[in-house]
């Protein structure tokens, strides 16, 4: 559970080949990154936090209060790791290497400006920076950041998962971390919204009828949309914050074992792109989708 | 307009495409057809289910006004998700299939009390006020005509003419109720569907 394995990934990516339109152009890219991934960690071992203790996380967890663990991460295992997906991206398309050359050169310079251990809110002000400051678009910027960060958090938490007791947690963010879910799934055996956590991987049961961002439970309020013709995916939705998460319906596709959501959120962002045309912001905060995709402006 | 290097880099055409997802192959809007997606918003609403007394929690999906799906309710504490086979077909209750698999609305769902006049061959609809002040009145009728008090010299104050059956679709608080009727009307002959 929660490790981004290169293997379950290779699986997921050919599962999601067949189940969705399109994909394939993607998937040697993804595959490529996801494979720069797994050796680096095998070059570069991440010390696992300590085991948490088990009483004092299930107090918090019961009272309600997410643990909100982040762990400090290497500033140069940062900037490598995104070197090795920037190196992906351009033998993806040689088309972008000099973009790519932009952005190597901005993480040399943050490498020679920063501490040692950086905290995941300097690593997002280094998203934003490169995004202002280089031709990186907003939707491959949130991709390289977040997939990276998702990698080192999987790391360090690993055996964390073990004592974390998601049964008795009933809120809208993480119970390990604190962030809020950009994804889930309905589970292919008893139909729960499971939300997974795009940042730690941590996984818990939602009621399915409340807002995972605001715990609105009118149901006037809430729903979802699919595109026609295809309902694997459902695009859920607040009209009280106006917010929205996806949920991959695993009943659709009969999956055996656990699903690599990550990789299906790469397979729909379709509806990340549908979900900003109807009105909704992503309830994560992870922006997937540029400016002029939804507008006419031109910055 | 303030002017940053990167709306500078934009102006100046100083790159041929700006890295985005779909640079890689990652898009968001299908390459294989021209036409825009279209989208279909639908609701979703807790009920629970009516065939037993077991009370399933069940979540109907609503577009437009009509039920396109139910299924389990994967959070109500006594289903947990799962429906027997009746309550998996809690659809067809309102809808069922045509020839090509499209819903349209049950024509055997009942949504008005019916009567049969003497003599008459077919079904007319009444009043629901009209309906149980009929059933009210023939229900006192028997029951006057037919009651027992006595029997061999002993009280049974019961009435044979008459046989109630109950239905699980009822709640618990109905079927109390009923079972009052039942027994200070003197009936003795009363039964349950049983679905269970």
Redesign the interface.
């Known amino acids: 559970m929660n490790k981004l394995q290169y293997s379950s990934c290779q699986e997921e990516i050919n599962r999601c080949k067949k189940i969705y ?2 994909f394939k ?6 595959d490529a990154v996801c494979a720069e991934a797994a050796n680096f960690f095998e070059e570069n071992p991440v010390t696992p936090l300590p085991v948490l203790d088990e009483d004092m996380a299930t107090t918090r967890i019961r009272a309600g209060n997410s643990l909100e663990m982040h762990p400090r991460l290497k500033t140069a295992d940062v900037v490598n790791l995104l070197k090795r997906f920037n190196d992906a ?1 351009i033998k ?2 040689p ?2 290497k ?3 050359k932009q ?1 190597n050169e901005s993480l040399d310079s943050f490498l020679a400006n920063s501490a040692d251990e950086v905290t995941k809110e300097e690593i997002f002000a280094l998203r934003n920076s490169l ?7 907003q ?2 910027a949130t ?1 390289l950041f977040s997939f990276m960060l998702t990698s080192f958090y999987r790391q360090h938490f690993k055996s964390t998962y073990e004592v974390l007791r998601t049964d008795l947690w009933e809120g809208g963010d993480c119970p390990l971390c604190g962030e809020m879910p950009h994804y889930g799934q309905l ?1 292919a ?5 499971q939300l997974d956590c795009w940042l730690c991987g941590a996984t818990w ?1 939602h ?3 409340k807002c995972p961002f605001c715990g609105n439970t009118e ?2 309020d ?7 013709g295809d309902d694997k995916v459902r695009v859920n939705y607040c009209k009280k914050c106006c917010q929205y998460y996806k949920l991959i319906d695993a009943r659709k596709f009969h999956a055996d074992g656990e699903l690599v959501l990550a990789i299906h959120n ?1 397979a729909s ?2 509806h ?3 979900a900003r045309q ?1 009105g909704f912001t992503p309830g994560s905060g992870l922006e ?3 400016r002029d ?1 939804t507008t006419d402006d ?2 | 307009m303030d002017l940053t290097r990167r709306s500078f880099l934009k102006l100046a055409g100083a790159t041929a495409a700006a890295a985005t997802l779909t640079g890689v192959g990652l898009r968001k809007a299908s390459a294989s057809t021209d036409e825009p997606l279209r989208i279909k918003y639908t609701k979703e609403y807790f009920t629970v289910c009516t065939f037993c007394g077991v009370g399933c929690g069940v979540i109907c999906n609503v577009r437009d006004g009509v039920i396109v799906n139910t299924e389990g309710d994967p959070d109500h504490p006594m289903n947990e998700g799962t429906l027997c086979p009746k309550g998996v077909a809690h659809y067809n209750v309102s809808y069922m299939f045509d020839e090509k698999g499209k819903p349209k609305p049950n024509p055997n769902r009942l949504t008005k009390p019916l009567r049969r006049k003497p003599g008459a061959s077919d079904w007319e609809e009444m009043e629901w006020d009209e309906a149980l002040e009929a059933i009210a009145k023939k229900f006192k009728e028997t029951r006057d005509e037919t009651f027992i008090e006595q029997e061999n010299g002993v009280m049974v104050n019961r009435t044979d003419a008459i046989n109630w059956l109950g239905s699980a679709f009822c709640n618990n608080e109905e079927n109390y109720l009923f079972k009052k009727i039942i027994s200070s009307s003197g009936i003795v002959n009363f039964d349950h569907c049983a679905r269970l």
């Open positions: 339109k399109d152009d993607a998937a040697t890219f993804i991206v993806a398309n088309g972008l000099k973009i790519m952005v995004i202002e400051e280089t031709e990186l678009e939707d491959l991709f589970r055996d008893d139909g729960a919204k049961v009621t399915r009828i149901r006037e809430l729903g979802y949309f699919t595109v026609e790469l962002l379709t990340d792109l549908l109807e997937w989708v540029n995709e031109q910055d």
